[in-house]
């Protein structure tokens, strides 16, 4: 009874998957509060919705504007419903449906299941509970490249033209190519950190298997590789065909080297100063727009940013060892990493080596470390959001690589030490899911009260709808928004960011509020206000001594509201 159970849930792996995930997620969401991990997802659900008028355009987003321009339509059709985070959590249902359906075809049903229910717990749960599109697109990549890329068994061969075709376009590598496409949709960045940590794996696994099979693999490589380039093509293109939002774009990249890249952290003070002078910056003009004041075109703009760039090597030379020591360690030891990696170990215990898999398995410890060393030199060090994808790549490898060779009854017949090390690692990982539920379960608690108190807060906070709120920086509390709010309570809102140069949107909205100059406008006009975060007193003393450089304005702060999230300032010339 029990073998022909599991035939025919065997033969149903598709439907099992889903029902299985369907079961695990809304387990999660009927007990645990989700929250934003940053400002970036709650921003671009405010721009999609429409509840906030003075954001940039509804297409603006850091996702595709393809997806930008289908999630307007959505809430156009009802704004009482979280249409953002449907996209978002159905995203990570389908590409969590795709992963547990390969895990399913490739070893036993119960082992399988198990297994997945372990990366869950200390996975799964994390990336649900901590939404973030980041590591959505990440997620939606691995699942798609996994189901085009990761085959239960050898490919049988083919003869003919048909015959490839017929290997190529398939029910599951069209699902797989959409899978992809649809993550480099949501962040294209993350769909190329997908590609080169996965690839290398890939590359390994059909060395060893016949080369019929590999050009089917390259075929579909660079279909979906098309695909996705297409899109971010054409998403440049419908931007270029604006003059002011064509300018604004192509100050993103010098942007992006300051303020990611941070090119000139490392610098010595006096030789900074010395290259800042050539743009007639002053080292409190560089502050400013490091930490995401930069309204002042004359002053932030393409040609100052290239005569800065263009005296500083690309590779951060000057990066001292211990730095890069620490930043690499934080991440590693992180309890999530950590848990990651026990449970790398302990998989990869269970797996019957062979040449190939013990490639597979040593790039895949590896490639991660590298990546994370090649971003600290080269583009900044990543993120929770970019090393939680890194991460999830350690884990999603060794039950890839699980086969239907490997059972329990196996390892019975391993050698004494090896069932010891199996038991310590299948304790410290037994330990690590005790940990995660725990740390889980505060989050939650956290997330639900905090959003409470944000509802409190802007009923007393009560902003006016003809009002202006300069946000810098963590000025407002955006994560505090649920990703399941109703966001008719922040309508008469109207915030506007400072972070970049001004964007035609944000011209456009200066222009309705009658103000040329932002800075000056905080002075002079009685509805535009400046939020700044309570800890921030620094940027306060930044301010100050900017606008002494700029306007030979001395400048007082005015609270008119004040909290533990935000506080908001009237600024007024001291006389």
């Given at each position: 009874m029990h073998n022909k159970i599991s035939r025919v849930l065997k033969k149903n792996t598709l439907l099992v998957s889903m029902l299985f995930n369907l079961l695990l997620f809304a387990i999660i969401y009927s007990i645990y509060t989700p929250h934003f991990m940053t400002n970036d997802d709650v921003k671009m659900m405010l721009r999609v919705a429409g509840m906030n008028r003075v954001l940039e355009p509804s297409a603006y987003i850091h996702s595709n504007i393809i997806l930008g321009n289908f999630l307007t339509w959505l809430y156009a059709l009802d704004k009482s419903i979280p249409w953002y985070a449907i996209y978002t959590i159905l995203s990570l249902f389908i590409a969590h449906v795709a992963f547990l359906y390969r895990i399913l075809r490739n070893s036993p049903l119960i082992r399988s299941m198990f297994m997945y229910l372990v990366y869950f717990i200390i996975v799964g749960v994390q990336i649900l509970l901590n939404l973030q599109f980041t590591i959505t697109a990440g997620i939606l990549s691995f699942a798609g490249v996994v189901l085009l890329f990761f085959e239960p068994k050898k490919m049988r061969r083919?003869?003919?033209?048909?015959?490839?075709?017929?290997?190529?376009?398939?029910?599951?590598?069209?699902?797989?190519?959409?899978?992809?496409?649809?993550?480099?949709?949501?962040?294209?960045?993350?769909?190329?950190?997908?590609?080169?940590?996965?690839?290398?794996?890939?590359?390994?696994?059909?060395?060893?298997?016949?080369?019929?099979?590999?050009?089917?693999?390259?075929?579909?490589?660079?279909?979906?590789?098309?695909?996705?380039?297409?899109?971010?093509?054409?998403?440049?293109?419908?931007?270029?065909?604006?003059?002011?939002?064509?300018?604004?774009?192509?100050?993103?990249?010098?942007?992006?080297?300051?303020?990611?890249?941070?090119?000139?952290?490392?610098?010595?003070?006096?030789?900074?100063?010395?290259?800042?002078?050539?743009?007639?910056?002053?080292?409190?003009?560089?502050?400013?727009?490091?930490?995401?004041?930069?309204?002042?075109?004359?002053?932030?703009?393409?040609?100052?940013?290239?005569?800065?760039?263009?005296?500083?090597?690309?590779?951060?030379?000057?990066?001292?060892?211990?730095?890069?020591?620490?930043?690499?360690?934080?991440?590693?030891?992180?309890?999530?990493?950590?848990?990651?990696?026990?449970?790398?170990?302990?998989?990869?215990?269970?797996?019957?080596?062979?040449?190939?898999?013990?490639?597979?398995?040593?790039?895949?410890?590896?490639?991660?470390?590298?990546?994370?060393?090649?971003?600290?030199?080269?583009?900044?060090?990543?993120?929770?959001?970019?090393?939680?994808?890194?991460?999830?790549?350690?884990?999603?490898?060794?039950?890839?690589?699980?086969?239907?060779?490997?059972?329990?009854?196996?390892?019975?017949?391993?050698?004494?030490?090896?069932?010891?090390?199996?038991?310590?690692?299948?304790?410290?990982?037994?330990?690590?899911?005790?940990?995660?539920?725990?740390?889980?379960?505060?989050?939650?608690?956290?997330?639900?009260?905090?959003?409470?108190?944000?509802?409190?807060?802007?009923?007393?906070?009560?902003?006016?709808?003809?009002?202006?709120?300069?946000?810098?920086?963590?000025?407002f509390p955006y994560p505090l928004i649920s990703p399941f709010d109703n966001l008719e309570y922040l309508e008469n809102l109207n915030t506007i960011g400072v972070g970049v140069p001004p964007t035609p949107t944000t011209k456009e909205v200066l222009a309705k509020y009658n103000i040329k100059d932002v800075y000056m406008a905080m002075l002079e006009k009685n509805n535009v206000f400046l939020c700044l975060h309570p800890a921030h007193k620094y940027k306060q003393e930044m301010l100050e001594k900017y606008m002494l450089e700029h306007y030979n304005l001395s400048i007082n702060y005015n609270p008119i509201f004040r909290s533990g999230a935000f506080n908001v300032y009237k600024i007024t010339e001291m006389k």
């Open positions: 083919y003869y003919t033209l048909q015959g490839f075709f017929e290997r190529v376009f398939t029910i599951r590598n069209f699902i797989g190519v959409l899978l992809i496409f649809f993550g480099s949709l949501v962040r294209w960045y993350s769909t190329l950190l997908v590609f080169g940590l996965f690839l290398p794996v890939v590359f390994i696994q059909y060395v060893f298997r016949p080369f019929y099979n590999a050009r089917v693999k390259v075929a579909l490589f660079v279909l979906t590789f098309f695909l996705c380039y297409s899109g971010v093509k054409y998403e440049k293109y419908k931007y270029r065909q604006d003059i002011g939002w064509k300018k604004h774009l192509e100050n993103i990249p010098s942007l992006v080297s300051f303020i990611d890249y941070q090119v000139l952290e490392n610098v010595p003070i006096q030789k900074k100063v010395e290259i800042l002078a050539t743009a007639d910056w002053s080292l409190n003009d560089y502050y400013m727009l490091m930490h995401w004041f930069s309204m002042n075109e004359d002053l932030y703009n393409k040609v100052n940013f290239e005569k800065i760039l263009s005296q500083v090597p690309k590779v951060k030379t000057n990066l001292p060892f211990k730095r890069v020591y620490e930043i690499t360690m934080s991440i590693l030891t992180n309890q999530y990493s950590i848990s990651c990696i026990f449970l790398w170990f302990f998989v990869s215990l269970m797996i019957n080596l062979r040449l190939s898999k013990i490639l597979q398995l040593f790039v895949s410890l590896i490639l991660p470390i590298i990546a994370i060393l090649y971003l600290i030199f080269f583009r900044k060090p990543p993120p929770p959001r970019v090393w939680y994808i890194i991460m999830i790549f350690i884990t999603w490898i060794p039950l890839l690589l699980l086969s239907k060779k490997n059972n329990f009854r196996s390892f019975l017949k391993v050698k004494l030490y090896k069932k010891i090390i199996l038991c310590l690692f299948a304790f410290l990982l037994l330990y690590n899911c005790f940990l995660s539920i725990q740390i889980n379960s505060n989050n939650s608690k956290i997330n639900y009260e905090s959003n409470i108190w944000f509802h409190n807060l802007m009923d007393v906070f009560n902003p006016n709808p003809n009002n202006l709120y300069i946000v810098w920086g963590e000025g």
